[in-house]
C-alpha cells in the first residue's frame, strides 16, 4: 500500500532547473527518472496528478502526461488504481548493486576498500570473544576495551576523554540519527552546511526537524598545474572560511536552531577544512543560544598533506562528536561511536532502546584491535588518497580541461566544478556509460548544486581512471555544455 505522496510544490523543487535542449517532456521524464534513481523520490512514493504538477510548472497537462507515459516505458513509474502514478525501480539492479557490479562502475558512495590486513584483525577478535561470552550480549553502550581505546585516540588527537563519554553505535549514521532523536523535537530547527552529507539531513529530518541551511564553498589551493599561487590560495581560503563561520554564527542567531550538524574537517563533499578560529566562534555562538553543535569527524584523520594539525572540534568548545571506521577501516564494519558529556549519553540509551539493542560484539572486538593499529591505517589512506587526488587532477585535466577541480588536502572526496547545470544530465548519461555517480543536487535540499559533482579520491586507482574516460565520454554524448543559461527565475536555484 502505498503510504508517501510528493505535492507538486515539493517536485517543483526537488526538479530545479529541469528544462533541456530536447523536448520538453523528454527533459521532464529524465530528470524524475534521475530523481528515483537518486533516491530524492523514494521507490512507492506517489507523483502529482498531471494537472496539479502541470499548473505548477507551467506546462500543458499534454507534456507531463507524456512525460509520465515515457516513465512508465522505462519502468520507474506505475500506475496503483486509485493511487495515481507510483515511483518504482526497474527491477533488482538499482536494489541490489551487487547484482551488477561487473556491468557497472559504482562512485556513488564515497569510501576506500577494506584493509589489506582486515582478515587478520577479524581472526585476533575472533580469539578475544570467548571473554566475552558469558553474558547475554546485548550491549546498548559498547563494550568497555572499544570504549576506552577510542577514548584514548580521543586523548592522542589532544581531546582529554574517559570511556563512559562514549557510546559505541551501528556506524556514524545510526549515530546521527540517534542524537538527532536525543536532542530534536518535532518542529525543532536543525542547522546544515549547504551543500552537505545527504544522509545526515535525512536523519535530521526523520526526527521533525526544519532544516536551515548556511553555505559552504570549496577551499581550493595550488592544483597540479599551479594555476593558483600558494599565497593567493592561502588568502583566498582565509577569505571563504571566515565567511562561512560569519554565515553559521548570524544563522544561529537568527534561527535558533536545537541542533547544529557540521563536518569541520574535510568537509563531505566540499573537502574543505574550518579554521580553529572558525570553530571556536561558532562553537561560542552556539553555546549562547543553546544550540547543540553535533561534529561529523568520520573523515577527520584522513589528512594527506594538510599544513596544519587540527585536535577534534570539542576541543575548541562544547560539541557532540560523531565516529566511525566506514572510512578508514571497512564500511562493511559497521561500528561507530558519540562522544558526548555523561548526562547526554544516559539520554541516549534511552533513546536508543526501543530502536535496537545494542553493537555486534565480535565486530567492537575487531575495531578495537584496529584502533590499536590506526596509525598503520592512515599511513595507508594518506598513501591512497595522496595517489588518488594525483590522478583525478592529472586526468580531469588532461579529459576534461573545461572542468575545476579543486585541490583537497586530505578527505575522500573532490566537488568538481562543471562550468554549466548540468549535473543530472551527466549523471543519467555516465549510466549508459556503465558509471553510477550522484549528482550534485543530492547533497542539497532545494534543487541547487547542479553545477557540481562529486567524485571520490579513495577508490581504486583503475576504477577511478575508468570512472573519469566515462566521464568524458558522458560528457561528450551531452555535447560538452548541454543545457544554455537557465530562466532568470530559475537562476536562485543554481550555485
Known sequence: MVDRSLSARSLELLLGDWRGRGSAYESLADRIRLLVVDGRIPVETRLPAERDLADRLGVSRTTVAAAYRRLRELDHLHSVRGSGSVARLPGAPAILPAAFESEYLDFSKAAPPALPWLSDLAREAAADLPGHLGDSGYDPIGILPLRQAIADRYAQRGLPTSPDQIMVTIGAQHAIALVSRAVLGRGDRALIEMPTYP?????????????????????????????????????????????????????????????????????????????????????????????????????????????????????????????????????????????????LIRRLLAVRAPGDLGTPILEQLLVARAIERMDDVLALRREQLLAGRELVERRVAELLPEWQVPHVDGGIVTWIGLGAPVSSQLVLAARQEGLIITAGPRFGVDGAFERFLRVPICQSLEATDAALQALARAWRSLGGVPLGEPDPELLASVV
Not at 278 to 300: K, P
Open 199 to 343: 544522509h545526515a539531513y535525512e536523519a535530521l529530518r526523520g526526527a521533525g526537524a526544519r532544516l536551515v541551511g548556511s553555505p559552504v564553498v570549496p577551499h581550493a589551493g595550488a592544483g597540479p598545474k599551479g594555476a593558483t599561487g600558494a599565497g593567493a590560495g592561502a588568502a583566498a581560503a582565509l577569505d571563504a572560511d571566515r565567511e562561512e563561520a560569519a554565515s553559521l554564527v548570524q544563522s544561529i542567531r537568527h534561527s535558533n536552531p536545537a541542533i547544529a550538524y557540521l563536518m569541520p574537517d574535510f568537509q563531505n563533499p566540499t573537502g574543505r577544512t574550518m579554521s580553529r578560529e572558525s570553530r571556536a566562534r561558532v562553537l561560542d555562538a552556539a553555546a549562547r543560544q543553546g544550540t547543540v553543535v553535533m561534529a561529523d569527524e568520520t573523515i577527520a584523520e584522513l589528512d594527506i598533506d594538510r599544513a596544519e594539525t587540527f585536535p577534534p572540534m570539542a576541543a575548541d568548545g562544547p560539541a557532540v562528536l560523531i565516529g566511525s571506521v566506514g572510512k578508514t577501516i571497512w564500511g562493511g564494519i559497521r561500528v561507530g561511536w558519540i562522544r558526548a558529556d555523561r548526562p
